[in-house]
DNA sequence: ATAATTTCTTAATCTAGGTTAAGTGTCTTT
DNA sequence: AAAGACACTTAACCTAGATTAAGAAATTAT
């Protein structure tokens, strides 16, 4: 099972926990363009994907979106910011292309750290790993080309190249999809 | 003491537990323009700052410095990459303004997290709340103009505009010292 | 104090990437 | 299979911010 397997990367869980875990948790079906948060409202729940895509992204003055993140088989995703804080966020969550997906609501999450100390652990490296990436990602931002960003995405992501529409990839990066597209053609060229 | 009053904020340590931690704890001064770490080092402590200001860069192609973050007075400072994962990273940590310094080693944070369960929910809570912070940076460099982002800055981070030289708030920023000069002066005339 | 180094400013010129707009291709939905 | 709705491309023109260079101001070291 892919969930178990992903906490088994950084804890060990014995059958009872694994058991425990996964009755505290739920797993549902989502058609792509399906909205799981909206800006504005609390996150209640992280989201792990057992299969499909899903991308965070808030929208700067109702017009222009900004991709923070994708999140594919075997990723977790949420809206750290709003679950930890239990204030409304503004990012929208949503499902990119069909997915199955593991629900676990905070409150879950909490009574799951009562019982099964462990995984408190499980999800400060979770965190922590997260943090690395974005701070990678930051300087990344600071200090590369366009192209050069593209370049590692395409090393770090290269199954998601196939299944996002490349206005995302765009905006994931920083660019104008315009700007997108006349670069890629560019880089092929060569 | 500075260090126990920030424990404080998210966990409650009884007087022997406080005792156990600074045990395991160094306080150090250094002159400005010290460095506490190079890239391409092993990053061997997270650094708590007392009083100063420290910052940590990157160089890109032995020739652009990049601010990642600063630290002042009450904040923690380190190169996550590093120390969590035990590499090299590419990340230097630089005295900006006479500093007092508590250093705290990898190895006696992890005495601490057996000794001590709680300590791990503090770093827990500390690495959730960097997240959520470099997320928003992140959005912010890709949404905002230079001059908002220096803006928030401002809001953000008062006492540093005085204590640190502006050709650093422009690195952290991601503009050029030239830019960040016309820019001010500009702000300055409205 | 003075010299040396570093930081800041100003200005001219340049460029990566944005904007606008129009056309084409490709999914969805019915 | 047609009609919309998206997604992608291309091209002309525009702008935020970079680069280069040179001088002024402020720190730091001797």
């Known amino acids: 099972m892919l969930i ?16 425990l875990f996964l009755s505290k948790t739920e797993i549902r079906q989502y058609k792509a363009k399906t909205i799981l948060l909206n800006a504005g409202e609390i996150c209640t729940h992280s989201y792990f994907v057992n299969s499909g895509v899903l991308r965070s992204f808030n ?3 109702n017009i222009v979106e900004h ?3 994708f999140a594919c088989s075997g990723w977790w995703i949420s809206d750290m910011y709003s679950l930890l804080s239990q204030k409304p966020g503004n ?5 990119l292309e069909d ?18 100390p462990k995984l408190e ?9 997260s943090l690395v990436a974005h701070q ?14 593209f ?9 998601l190249i196939q299944k996002v529409p490349q206005k995302q990839i765009a905006s994931y990066l920083g660019v104008t999809p315009e700007f997108f597209s006349k670069m890629k053609s560019k880089m092929l060229r060569k």
Chains 1, 2 share one sequence.
């Open 59 to 61: 929208i700067n003055d």
């Open 121 to 129: 652990r499980f999800f400060r490296i979770l965190t922590e790993n």
């Open 136 to 149: 990678e990602r930051l300087m990344d931002n600071l200090s590369l080309t366009a192209e050069e960003r």
């Open 99 to 116: 997915a199955e997906i593991v629900l676990l609501s905070k409150k879950n999450q909490e009574v799951l750290f009562q019982e099964i």
């Open 4 to 19: 178990l397997d992903n906490l088994s990367k950084h804890i060990t869980l014995t059958p009872q926990e694994q058991e």
């Open 67 to 69: 991709v923070l993140s």
């Open 91 to 95: 990012l929208f969550i949503q499902v």
């Open 151 to 159: 370049e590692k995405f395409c090393n770090k992501y290269q199954d």
